[in-house]
């Protein structure tokens, strides 16, 4: 790699649904930069950018992957490809933080705007990153370039700019020919400055300059989306959209790459057999030369710099002169730094913000098929993490389960692949257990009462406490209403303790209780006799003997369940829904989608997420979050008691 400014470095990232071809699309790219003597195809296994074996095993991307090359001999223009699929929308958001520029690849073949296409707007929007279209696999049968120029625009908008477009069999330049779209293109520069705009409204012709800087002023104030036409597996149309890099932003552009001194985010970790841990870097600010020391500002460390590499897939070449503002590269052997963390001086730790990933789709409990493997699986769920930040493992101590959280079944099934390919730990998926809580519904008042007696000194203690239900969310109050002495003062706390220890395991079916107040009101006690754990033995026996007569029902975990479903999908959606005993709250129009607002019962959401991809022809996602606790169905309650009881105690 030759040393480079960082105007002339162009970091585009690949964006769009899954099948729209952003791969295909990359390959073309290397081929036509002489990079490959052939376009790789995902299909066959042949791809640089689809090169693992779970990526090859799959036919699809399933990681983030890095290739660079050169342009004209001027352009260094580095590709960041990322998954279309929902759950693997993790390395989307890290590649995308990693660039400029992001292309959207579409397929032309669909008839509805992409999902990926709705996310890619909001993602771009959000980094302040412009978008350029390459509308893809026209050479198929039902391609259909018209429609898919319409349905983009009427999501972007009039900003949809045809710089080509596919006619009569062949891809044109619409502003050098007497292409359809011309007047399509012409008022979408229009729109970007208001002398252009003046000047269309005059109706005078623009000239080839005036063009130009209008798509290059529309380009970097996100008012123009330049729209390409082509087929990158037929290599068709790739070359014009590359012929237009010197339109597109460069990283000395960013308001990060002014700030003085270096700045640079690690956006990605990928484990190397021989090289151990390579971490993707991009360089805002400054400089990085190999045996250097830079300040790690997340973690408070320094770093010893060693071997910087440019990736090609799965092939690095080292960069021994270092890499500048802009540059995107590999670091090994780091001892301190993971994926998520800015490299900075001592005296300048800046630090970028955190990367925010969408709340999980769905979750699994893991049990190791041998009690030896539990060590195994926490590291090698920690070192996974460290590559793919949007799962997450816990250990839930209520449940004894631990629990795995992630983008959707796939991607599950995917990191616990990597657990038993890499570090040899084979686990069996369960369903994880609910949080359920007991209340109760009505208000009593019990006695407890612990007496005995077996020579030298006794236990004597004697409480009235009125237990009452409170609304939901409430929790456990306790409430001192002694008077008069009836109970010494230094007994009472031994009271609230026997209560708050009780209520950690109910009495239906050993759930913790909630949402009540107890309030001692009366007891007695005997002047040598009486002890703490007296008084805690009796307000346990207030409690089990009261409890059986409040009306313990069980209450369950809901969850706010948001669904983005195409619209013609949505009736099987809404009928899935209320099989699980899910309540509609309202539903709005996005696009050609619908998005769904429900509420569901947590025990009712396991693996939602594979229904939904096949109820929705794979165009569907969703997101939950807790809402509130809700009682239990009498049906439905009998069987959560029942399968508890036969569960062996932790004695057992």
Not at 475 to 487: A, H, P, S
């Amino acid at each position: 790699m030759k040393k480079v400014d960082s105007s002339d470095i162009r970091n585009i990232v690949l964006l769009g649904h899954a099948g729209s071809g952003k791969t295909t699309f990359a390959e073309a790219m290397m081929f036509n930069a002489g990079v490959t003597s052939r376009i790789g195809k995902v299909e066959n296994g042949t791809s640089m950018f689809d090169y693992t074996t779970d990526s090859i095993d799959r036919k699809s991307s399933i990681n983030l992957s890095l290739a660079w090359f050169e342009w004209k001999n001027k352009y260094l223009i580095n590709i960041i490809d990322t998954p279309g699929y929902d759950d693997f929308y993790g390395d989307v958001i890290t590649g995308a933080r990693a660039a400029d520029i992001a292309i959207l690849v579409v397929n032309s073949c669909s008839e509805k705007i992409e999902l990926g296409a709705i996310k890619a707007k909001k993602l771009a929007a959000s980094l302040n990153i412009p978008i350029v279209i390459f509308v893809n696999q026209l050479m198929k049968e039902n391609a259909n370039f018209d429609r898919a120029v319409n349905l983009l625009s009427s999501l972007f908008g009039k900003s949809v700019a045809p710089i080509t477009a596919y006619e009569s069999g062949k891809v044109v330049n619409t502003l050098e020919t007497d292409s359809l779209y011309k007047s399509t293109a012409i008022e979408a520069i229009a729109e970007v400055d208001d002398a252009l705009t003046e000047k269309y409204l005059g109706e005078q012709a623009f000239s080839p300059e005036e063009i130009n800087n209008g798509i290059l002023m529309g380009v970097r104030n996100r008012k123009l989306i330049p729209l390409y036409a082509g087929d990158a597996y037929n290599n068709i149309g790739v070359k014009e959209l590359l012929d237009s890099v010197a339109f597109l932003p460069s990283p000395s552009e960013r308001q990060e790459a002014k700030e003085p001194g270096l700045s640079a985010l690690v956006f990605k970790t990928v484990v190397d057999p021989h090289l151990g841990d390579l971490r993707y870097i991009r360089v805002f600010s400054g400089s990085i030369e190999p045996g250097a020391t830079v300040y790690n500002s997340n973690k408070k460390a320094e770093e010893k710099l060693n071997q910087l590499y440019a990736v090609k897939g799965k092939d690095r070449e080292e960069v021994p002169t270092g890499l500048v503002a802009g540059m995107i590269g590999a670091i090994v052997k780091l001892k301190n730094t993971q994926t998520g963390d800015t490299l900075a001086q001592k005296d300048k730790q800046i630090i970028f913000p955190a990367f925010e990933f969408p709340p999980y789709q769905t979750k699994t409990a893991i049990v190791p098929k041998t009690k030896k493997d539990e060590e195994k699986i926490s590291n090698g769920l920690s070192k996974l993490r460290d590559e793919d930040p949007s799962f997450n493992s816990t250990f839930d101590p209520e449940t004894k389960q631990t629990i795995l959280t992630g983008m959707g079944e796939v991607h599950i099934n995917v990191l616990l692949g990597r657990l038993k390919n890499r570090f040899g730990v084979d686990v069996i998926q369960e369903k994880p257990k609910i949080h359920y809580r007991e209340t109760i519904s009505r208000t009593v008042e019990q006695q407890g009462k612990y007496k005995r007696q077996t020579g030298g000194h006794g236990q004597y203690g004697d409480c009235w406490v009125k237990f009452e239900p409170l609304e939901r969310g409430k929790g456990f109050e306790f409430v001192d209403g002694i008077t008069e002495g009836r109970i010494p003062r230094r007994f009472i706390p031994s009271v609230e303790k026997g209560l708050r220890e009780a209520i950690e395991k109910g009495i239906l079916a050993g759930f913790p209780t909630t949402d009540l107040r107890a309030t001692l009101y009366d007891g007695s006690y005997h002047d040598v006799d009486s002890s703490d754990i007296a008084f805690k033995i009796a307000a346990n026996i207030a409690f089990k003997e009261g409890l059986t007569k409040a009306g313990i029902t069980l209450i369950e975990p809901i969850m706010r369940v948001e669904i983005l479903v195409p619209s013609e999908y949505m009736g099987d959606v809404m009928g899935d829904i209320s099989s699980r005993r899910g309540k509609i709250e309202q539903t709005e129009s996005v696009d050609t989608y619908q998005k769904l607002f429900v509420l569901v019962p947590e025990s009712e959401l396991y693996q939602f997420s594979t229904t939904l991809r096949s109820l929705s022809q794979g165009a569907g996602t969703f997101t939950q979050t807790f809402s509130h606790y809700e009682e239990v169905p009498r049906e439905t309650q009998s069987r959560v008691v029942e399968e508890y009881k036969k569960e062996p105690t932790e004695a057992e």
